[in-house]
């Protein structure tokens, strides 16, 4: 069975840091792209970043430009999400997503909290 | 690229036929989504390249358009088929999503 689970999710301060980590299952990981999509409390889904299978390319929208950086470890099939210089704004369920062409599978998505 | 979806809101009862716009600020060809998500859900893909269905999607779901137009219509609606409708582009980075189409009861 596909899956892919995202970790790392929590309550973190306006300006601070947070890694999150998507674990996938049941696939080819190296053969996909990979996004991270977010979806804040009661709102529709803004894509946040995009890596290939190879790590070659890396996309990123601009209200995270800068911020968060995107990586992933074909060995231990899995994606990741640094974020840093966090803002309210922020504030969100976060997606990982896999891709050949058209975003197909999603995660349960974890939930970051930005806040003081 | 803007992805502007309408109406925001479409009732309709059980048996009706649903129409929904996607419209582009400019051409995305034909690499244009469609997400259904019901609350507390995972988004699923429904329609992909304008008017392909994905695996195990419903005959009642259909796509169609290109360029900057495109429509997903649900023929005759299903009580499981009330829920947030998102067209998504891959033609251009960054990717963008439209704000949703809710269809209600």
């Known amino acids: 069975e596909v899956q892919l689970v995202e970790s790392g999710g929590t309550l973190v301060q306006p300006g601070g840091s947070l890694r999150l980590s998507c674990a996938a299952s049941?696939?080819?990981?190296?053969?996909?792209?990979m996004n991270w999509v977010r979806q804040a409390p009661g709102k529709g889904l803004e894509w946040v970043s995009y890596?290939?299978?190879?790590?070659?390319?890396?996309y990123y929208a601009d209200s995270v430009k800068g911020r968060f950086t995107i990586s992933r470890d074909n060995a231990k099939n899995s994606l990741y999400l640094q974020m840093t210089s966090l803002r309210a704004e922020d504030t969100a369920v976060y997606y990982c997503?896999?891709?050949?062409?058209?975003?197909?599978?999603w995660g349960q998505g974890t939930m970051v909290t930005v806040s003081s | 690229i803007v992805l502007t979806q309408s109406p925001a809101t479409l009732s309709l009862s059980p048996g009706e036929r649903a129409t929904l716009s996607c419209r582009a600020s400019q051409s995305v060809d034909s690499y244009l989504a469609w997400y259904q998500q019901k609350p507390g859900q995972t988004p699923r893909l429904l329609i992909y390249d304008a008017s392909n269905r994905a695996t195990g999607i419903p005959a009642r779901f259909s796509g169609s358009g290109s360029g900057t137009d495109f429509t997903l219509t649900i023929s005759s609606l299903e009580p499981e088929d009330f829920a947030v409708y998102y067209c998504q582009q891959r033609s251009h980075w960054p990717r963008t999503f439209g704000q949703g189409t809710k269809v209600e009861i």
């Open positions: 049941g696939f080819t990981f190296s053969s996909y792209n």
């Open positions: 890596i290939s299978g190879s790590s070659i390319s890396i």
């Open positions: 997503a896999r891709a050949i062409g058209t975003i197909d599978i």
